[in-house]
Structure formats: C-alpha cells, structure tokens
C-alpha cells in the first residue's frame, strides 16, 4: 500500500511539472532560509560553550551607580581574584587576565615579529578554562616567571614542526621559555589570544597586580554549580563597601555620596550575546539578531507551506474528479488523505534536498555577508540532523494536512458533477487563501521597511559630519612601546614626501575604545560650600594623547583658546584640551586658564593648565553621544602613527612610505590601515545586519510572489468559464486581466497596512540605539507600498495575461 501510494504521487508530480516545480522552488527557498538562520543561530549561541566547564565559568563584573550615571565595567581591579578565592571556599578555580595594550617585539633565532594579541595569565588559567593543550603541562605551564605558553599557529610560526617546549624567545627584550602549546582558539569564544605570559612575571616587576588599582584585569571564577552562583552573588555584595575597602569604621564608610556599587556575576555562555558593558573585550553581537532570524525564517517557512496549500487547493476542480473517482471505485478517505499526504512529503523531501544544495552553493557569500566561518556539516552536526527531521516534518504536516482534509472530503456526486470552487466551502477556502496572501505580504513589506532602514541608516552614518576628517588618514602601527626618539625620525623623514600633508603619534583613533581615565579639576571643587567631601575635583573622562599635531592631523577644529605649539616647550608636560563635551558635562565656566591636572597611573600628577576647547568629534560610533574627552602630549602611550595624504597616486606614496620605513624602523614589514575603513568597521555589525536582511528579504518576496500566483491560479480556476463567456461577448485581454487582479491592489494595500504598525515600532525601536539617527520618515513606508505593488502587478499580470490568452471554447467545455 505504501509502495503504491509513492508510485502514484511520483507519476502526478512529474505529469503536473510546472505544478511541482512552482511548489519545489517555493519550499526550497523556505527550508534554505531556515537552514541557514539555523546554522548562523546555533554558531552565535555557541560562543565560549567548548569549555568543560562552560556552564559554571562567570566573569566578575562591577557596576558602579550614582548622580545619574551608570557604569557597568568588564574589567576590574587586580586584587578580585586574590580576595574572592580567600574570602569563598565555594569557588573551585580562580584567574586573572591582562591584555597587553602596546605591541610587543620578539626574536627567535635572528628573526623578529611583531606580537600584538598577548596576555598575562594566572597560573590557575588552564584550571578555569579547558584549552586543549597540546604540548606541555597545563597545571604549571604558567606557574613562575619567565614561562609563556602559545597557540599552535604561532608555534608553527617561530618553530615550524618541531617540539617547542624549551625553547627560548625573546619578547620586549626580556626571555622567556615555552611552557606549552594549547590548540587555536576557536572562533566562537569571547577573547582570543596568541600568547599567554605568566601573570607571576608581572608580579615581579609591579608588585601592586594583587592590589587595588587601575581596571586593567578581567577576573574568572569556576564554581560547582548554578544555585552556588547566586548565592556568591549575595554573598559578595552583602559585603561589598568592606570587600571594596570602602569600610572605615564599624558601619561607616567613605564611599562617595549618592554613589552604589554592585558585584555581578556573568556566564561567560551570555556574554557572546547579552553583554555589551565599558572595556568589552571583544565587540560582541546581540539576542536581538537571533530572535530576529528565527522570527524570519519561521515567517518564509511560514509562507513556503502556505503557497503548497495555496497552488493544491488551486487545483482542487481537477482534482475532485480524481477524488470522485477513486470513491465511486472503493476508496476510503483515509486512503485519499494519505495519498495527498505522501505527495506533500515527497515534494518537502525533494524540496529539503534542493534546500541544502542551495545552502551548500551560497554559504560561502553568507559567510562573507555575516564575517563567520559557519560550515554546513550534516554527519557531525547532530542538532543540524535533528532539526531538519523536524522541520521536514512539520512542512510535511504545515503544507499538506490541510489541502488532504480538504480533498479528501468531496462527496463523490458533487465532485463528478459540479464545480467544487463554487460551494460554500470553496468560498470559505478562498477567503481564508486572501487572509494568507495578506499575511504573506505583510510580512514582505515587513522585511522591505527593515532593509530600507537599515541602509537609510547606513547612509546617514556615511554623510554625517564627523568632526573630523578620517579621508586619506594612512595610520601605521608602530611594532613595540615606541621611544620618541624613533618616532621623530622616522616623521621628519616622511614629511619631506610632498604627499604628506601632516603627521602625528597618537595613543588611539577614533573608532577605538578611547581609554576612560582619572584627571582633577580643581576648578570644580567650591571652597565656600561646607561639609565637601575630598576629591570631588576628581573625575573620570576619556584620554587620547599624541604630540602637538594630533588635531591637525586629524582635522579637528579649535573652537575656543588655541591647539598645542608645534614648537619644543612646555605643552608637553603642562597643556590640555577638553572637547565642547566636557565643557558641557562639568559646568565649566570660562575653561580656557584653568587649573588642570592627569592623575592616572602617576605618583606625581601632570599638571597644568586648559589651553583650548576642541569642536566635539565623533570619536567613537554613532550608537553614542559625543563623551568628555581630555586630549595631552604623553609620548608614553603612542603606539600609532596618523599621516595625513595629499595624493592621487596611492600607490606610488605608499611604495615611498614603505622605503622610508625599511630605511628607518625595525625588519618588520609595516603593518598600516586607512582610518576611513576602521572607522566604518565599527558599523559591521549593522550593514551585516542589512545585507543578511536583504538576503532574506529576496527570498520572502521570491516566496510571497509564488504564493500570489497561487491565489491568481485558484481565482483563475474558479473563473475559467466567466472568462470564456466575457471573450465570447467581446471582451478583451485587458478586461479579463483586469477583471482577475482587480481584488489584489486591495489584498496588498490591507498587506501593507497591516506591517506597517509593527514596522514602525521596529524602525523606532532599532534607530533608538543610535544617538544620532536620521529618524523615522514616512516616505519609507510609501515606498514600500509601491514596491510590493509593483511586484504584484507584475506577478499577477502575467497569470492573467495566460488566462485572457485561453481558447473560449474550451473554457466553455471546461466544466
């Protein structure tokens, strides 16, 4: 019986082929959106869950609240980890990372590299997090100074295929043996790293890295359990003014007035995704995108099913007599609705094949769309096989249940003898194959207005004024703490090229995480208000430094006072300039003059005097509104060098540069970028986000527009003897066009009406993220409305024209 009930289904499907194919590729492009959003879904809740012990790994954050302000901080202060495992016998295993922000210089048996992804670690960091090491002892491969362990590629690099255990490098001129090799990172984990140095040699040399002191640190902790973290949690900030050293006496504390401080604790499983706090270590992605895809791929699977019920009901008049028939000739109902059942799931099996062809064929240019390297493996990836037998499932349910209720259920007479479509139920069948159609477009107007947005948003971004000028900006990385000396030859030797306009060192460029750091203001202290509490002049502001040409080169402009002297003097060691910002934040009346002092970091603090008000600049993303920014002369914190270009031969200047940079600079090859495209790299996220949408929004429409031919087919089915009639009486191609696409400018508009409420809290809602948007326009929408009217004319018309174009006498004999 089974056996028949495929060998009739095969003989249908290849005899109706241009049926079974509108259904294939209808389907396909369904089951393909969804395996891709699958596989794009299950790489982002994958982050950092290789570990063991990924489900009891938490990262300790502090969150610091007070005068209207909220700072929620990823790293903290040395001394978290010491104290926690003292304080907490609950927790297992406990470490501390570094991450080194200058660049390094290393050589191995006469060659040199420049090593910028290097941490230092606690002996305990194998203990904590399971990296597959391949070489070495993981329980003492960090234990004293002078070890460090490396990733494979970069032991590869220094030592090829032999055993790098023993071997000696040198690193920022200090020697270091090779105490193991851990396997790559994998991609999906929240922090990276090539080479990992023993946190005990940083203790060596500054003995405060268990102390209280800067947030340079990210602290991990490994627990028993869950329930244990919640309770650590409470414990924590139960005693957090005394953990915090805050506590002075019994229960009084200096705490900063108005000011709360709170301990938490995050799954390092939900950084990936939920976290996106001050001094991230990577840039992470949102839950957001997922709930989106996931909404996107079940809407266009939504839609594939319905356009199968849509084009088999379409047929129903064919088929009731085929229904009849097999009645009068003894079958059952359940026989028929299994029959139509087995041909639903084989045209979802073929349809899931083609699927993961397509998929195979244009992962790559997701891959590129999305910046991930998502492989489509269907033996290794369990959940992938599980879901798909799902899926295939459901489709089979989704798309052929009820077209199978519904023609199996013609009486016999009535299906020999009259036209199905035109009883009480085909209307009913019709009217709901409209509300489906709606619900079809809807959700492509939908996805069109997201599109729309996305890149009006994009363009916004790329049109804005910056407050500074990131065109033809060349920024070279200086391979190691520079010395000032090389850094001044090396720039009077590229200003004598007459395509360098200006050039500066700089700490930091805009599209960085401008570092967040301590300065007094002693203008802010008010010596006639009683009772204030000491050191309320001090505050935190954002720093950039470089020389006395920064904002020249950069284009930044000088509202107020004046820029550094480019001449040898005191600006060095005693000129500031704050931002319109910080003017703004700090309620600073008249700033040019006043007292000014940079306290991070220094035991002596650099004092000085405010010299000039900078236009406020973009120098981070639009996400975010302008900051208070502090911009010295600090040679000690350059790492880059910013040259402005005047040059129509790109090429050539950069061969000029690249000459000048061998003649003067280390063996190392010249590692350099344009600001232009870093900066625009912050919004990655958001034109991947564009382009993935759009993706998908091609296919929606691709789908919407099979299901419209659908409704076009059945109405077309139901009318085929009035448009016989009309052609006979003399009406034209037109009118019968006309009369069969009437109705579906009306379907369209109620489509587009019905998106366009949730559509706009979407467009609200996402814009809302950015400081600077260009806001919600209602030409979008109009737009978007002409679109999917286009379409569907388009598609309808050409239904319709087939329809005009039929033989009236056979229409006249159709029933």
């Not at 089951?31 to 063991?52: G, N, P």
């Not at 020389?547 to 000088?558: E, N, V």
């Not at 564009?690 to 527009?705: D, M, R």
């Amino acid at each position: 019986m089974l056996f028949n009930y495929f060998k009739t289904s095969f003989r249908y499907l290849i005899k109706q082929k241009g049926y079974t194919l509108i259904n294939l590729l209808g389907l396909s492009l369904g089951l393909a959106t969804c395996i891709q959003i699958f596989l794009f879904v299950q790489d982002e809740v994958s982050y950092d869950r290789f570990h063991k012990e990924a489900g009891n790994i938490y990262r300790f954050e502090i969150i610091w609240e007070g005068e209207g302000q909220r700072e929620h901080w990823a790293a903290t202060e040395g001394f978290i980890i010491p104290s926690l495992m003292e304080k907490f016998p609950e927790i297992i295993s406990g470490a501390k990372i570094n991450f080194s922000y200058f660049p390094a210089i290393t050589e191995y048996n006469g060659q040199e590299f420049s090593e910028k992804n290097f941490i230092y670690a606690d002996s305990t960091l194998f203990d904590v997090f399971s990296f597959a090491m391949l070489q070495g002892n993981p329980g003492t491969a960090l234990s004293g100074p002078g070890k460090l362990v490396m990733t494979k590629s970069t032991s590869k690099k220094y030592f090829g295929e032999d055993n790098a255990i023993g071997k000696i490098i040198t690193l920022g001129g200090e020697s270091f043996q090779v105490s193991g090799v851990i396997e790559d990172i994998p991609v999906n984990s929240h922090f990276h790293f090539d080479i990992a140095i023993s946190m005990d040699h940083l203790r060596a040399a500054n003995r405060r890295v268990d102390e209280h002191g800067p947030a340079g640190f990210y602290s991990y902790i490994r627990l028993p359990n869950r329930e244990s973290a919640k309770l650590l949690e409470e414990k924590v900030n139960k005693d957090i003014y005394e953990f915090y050293g805050f506590v002075t006496a019994g229960d009084s504390t200096n705490m900063p007035d108005g000011w709360t401080v709170e301990a938490r604790l995050k799954p390092i499983t939900r950084i990936h995704l939920y976290s996106n706090v001050e001094k991230e270590i990577e840039p992470n992605s949102s839950i957001s995108n997922v709930y989106i895809f996931s909404a996107v791929a079940v809407f266009i699977l939504f839609i594939a099913c319905v356009n199968y019920m849509n084009l088999a009901t379409a047929r129903s008049v064919k088929r009731s007599r085929e229904v009849g028939l097999r009645k009068v000739l003894g079958s059952w109902r359940g026989n028929i609705f299994n029959q139509f059942m087995t041909e639903s799931f084989i045209l979802s099996f073929l349809s899931l094949i083609v699927a993961i062809a397509i998929v195979a064929a244009i992962l790559p240019v997701f891959n590129e769309i999305t910046g991930k390297f998502i492989e489509l493996n269907l033996i290794d990836n369990y959940p992938l096989l599980l879901t798909l037998i799902i899926v295939l499932a459901i489709t089979t349910v989704l798309a052929g249940a009820y077209p199978a209720i519904y023609l199996s259920g013609f009486s016999p007479l009535k299906a020999m003898k009259t036209n199905i479509l035109n009883n009480k139920s085909g209307k009913t069948s019709l009217n709901l194959r409209r509300v489906l159609v709606i619900t079809q477009f809807a959700i492509s107007v939908l996805l069109i207005i997201a599109t729309i947005t996305v890149y009006r948003q994009i363009h916004f971004i790329n049109k804005k004024n910056l407050g500074f000028e990131k065109e033809q900006v060349m920024v070279i990385s200086m391979p190691t703490r520079n010395d000032q000396g090389r850094i001044t030859s090396l720039k009077n030797e590229l200003m004598k090229l007459p395509e360098v306009k200006f050039m500066s060192a700089s700490s930091g460029i805009p599209g960085q995480r401008i570092p967040y750091l301590t300065v007094r203001i002693p203008g802010l202290a008010q010596e006639e208000v009683e009772n204030q509490e000491e050191g309320e002049d001090v505050i935190g502001i954002r720093v950039l430094s470089g020389d006395a040409d920064l904002l020249r080169t950069l284009g930044i402009k000088i509202s107020e006072g004046r820029d550094f002297y480019n001449t040898p003097g005191n600006d060095e060691n005693s000129a500031f300039i704050l931002n319109e910002a910080a003017v703004k934040e700090f309620e600073l009346e008249n700033p040019v003059g006043q007292r000014f002092e940079y306290l991070y970091g220094l035991q002596e603090p650099k004092s000085g005097n405010i010299v000039g008000i900078a236009a406020d600049f973009h120098f981070a993303s639009l996400h975010n509104e302008v900051e208070p920014l502090m911009i010295h002369i600090y040679p000690a914190y350059n790492r880059y060098l910013l040259v402005k270009l005047s040059t129509n031969d790109m090429q050539k200047t950069l061969v000029d540069i690249d000459r000048i940079w061998s003649q003067t600079e280390h063996s190392l090859p010249m590692d350099y970028f344009f600001l232009d495209s870093y900066y625009d790299n912050m919004y990655k996220s958001e034109l991947s986000m564009g382009k993935v949408i759009t993706y998908f929004t091609i296919f929606a429409i691709i789908v919407a527009c099979l299901g419209l031919l659908g409704l076009v087919s059945y109405i077309a089915e139901q009318k085929t003897r009035e448009i016989g009639i009309r052609k006979v009486l003399g009406a034209s191609a037109t009118s019968v066009i006309e009369l069969l696409g009437k109705e579906f400018l009306l379907l369209v508009v109620i489509g587009n009406l019905i998106a366009w409420v949730p559509a706009y809290y979407f467009i609200k809602d996402w814009l809302n993220s950015f400081a600077y948007s260009p806001g919600v326009n209602l030409w979008v929408f109009g737009m978007t409305a002409l679109i999917s009217i286009l379409i569907s004319v388009i598609t309808v018309s050409a239904k319709a024209f087939s329809a005009a174009r039929t033989n009236p006498a056979k229409a006249l004999k159709y029933e």
